[in-house]
């Protein structure tokens, strides 16, 4: 399985990104997926995921009801659309799949992209 984020950029504080997760290999319908963040000197961490039959989403406390995850089995994408971004929002994004049920843990996840940087400015 191969993982391409992209939509990654610099945007002013209270602005907006839509990140994307092309999903190639594989029969993406059978993936739960999911968004990983990474800020310089921290730790990776969840933001985001949705069970593979996109019925079921799950997020961050620090992100709930400014970003939304979905997914267009079609396509072969998974879609985090960021709203009200905040300068803490900055960070490397990785989308994650998994054969697997869906995980709040990077641990619970077999395939990574590549990240794509968010950058937000005060």
């Known amino acids: 399985v191969q993982l391409q984020a992209s939509g990654g950029g610099l945007v002013q504080a209270g602005g907006s990104l839509r990140l994307s997760c092309a999903v190639s290999g594989r029969t993406f319908s059978r993936y739960a997926m999911g968004w990983f963040r990474q800020a310089p000197g921290k730790e990776r961490e969840f933001v985001a995921a949705v069970s593979w039959s996109g019925g079921s989403t799950y997020y961050a406390d620090s992100v709930k009801g400014r970003f939304t995850i979905s997914s267009d089995i079609a396509k072969n994408t998974v879609y985090l659309q960021m709203n009200s971004l905040k300068p803490e929002d900055t960070a490397v994004y990785y989308c994650?799949?998994?054969?697997?049920?869906?995980?709040?843990?990077?641990?619970?996840?077999?395939?990574w992209g590549q990240g794509t940087l968010v950058t937000v400015s005060s």
């Open positions: 994650a799949a998994t054969s697997r049920v869906v995980a709040r843990t990077t641990a619970g996840y077999d395939y």
